[in-house]
């Protein structure tokens, strides 16, 4: 058996489509464009490519990019303040910090003083206490591209056992609560868990979210089963140069698996598209507008 590949990218353009034509109806009835801010501390390589790469999905769906690159050394008192003018301008729907930040800056801090209807990445304490008991409101992006993903291969997750392995507050907390909506029957497995491998087994639907290349081995999966694979890790490769693998072992995988993600090419399309869809989500809502489901 061969698993289907569950293309990302392909299922993100289609994604980003529909928001692009939601916000040139929102533009056309309402006047209204939404806007968000990003801001970047310092000169990280890896977060430097990565809000390009939003800027350019912004623009592209018709949306306004307010970006803004504060040094390295810029003081956590100076960082606030411009999340004070950001929460205060209309213009300015959705706002994202770009992490890590300096050891010198309160992630924590700096993450709550965001508005929470503006908190387009999910991570508030309000968003994640909205989250957890029901509540409207908005929801970290990779696991939401999570679970987009697997239900574009499966018909419905309710009554399926489903395994999330890691239990960050950005990827596996979110995606327990998220799953429970979708009433699957959840397991988060963690570092300390028992027979690892036997748990995840045990899974129709296994997301493996722990940042360790390739620990999850073609044996530990379920014949048949859906696999979406979060991580992204840089490996030693060929000739000196590096290459990317995820957190499934997916050569292994990819002959036991129904579904498989692949990485790249996988979930990381899909949290750019999932914050383009949380950014029109908040600036309907703060307009008082009917919030798209898409």
Known sequence: MTARIIDGKTIA???????????????????LVPGIAVVQVGDNPASSVYVR????????????????KLP????????????????????????LVQLPLPPHIDAQRIIASIEA???????????????ATGLPGLVPCTPLGCVLLAKSVLPSLAGLEAVVIGRSNI???????????????????????????????????LIAAIGRPEMVRGDWIKPGATVIDVGINRVPGEGGKSRIVGDVAFAEAETVAGAITPVPGGVGPMTIA?????????????????????
């Open 171 to 205: 990827v596996g907390k979110p995606l327990l609560q998220l799953l429970l909506a979708e009433n699957a029957t959840v397991t988060v497995a963690h570092s300390k868990t028992r027979d690892l491998p036997g748990v995840c087994r045990r899974a129709d639907l």
């Open 117 to 131: 209807d503006k908190d387009v990445d999910g991570f508030h304490p309000l968003n994640a206490g909205r989250h």
């Open 72 to 95: 390295d050394d810029v003081s956590e008192a100076e960082l606030l303040t411009l999340i004070g003018t950001l929460n205060a301008d209309p213009k300015v729907n959705g706002i």
């Open 13 to 31: 353009v289609e994604l980003r489509g529909r928001i692009a034509a939601e916000v040139a109806r929102v533009l056309s009835t309402h006047k």
């Open 274 to 294: 999932c914050l383009l869809l949380n950014t029109l989500r908040a600036a309907c809502a703060q307009n008082g507008l009917p919030v798209p489901l898409l």
């Open 53 to 68: 790469s939003k800027s350019k999905a912004v623009a592209e769906a018709g949306m306004r990019a307010f970006d803004h």
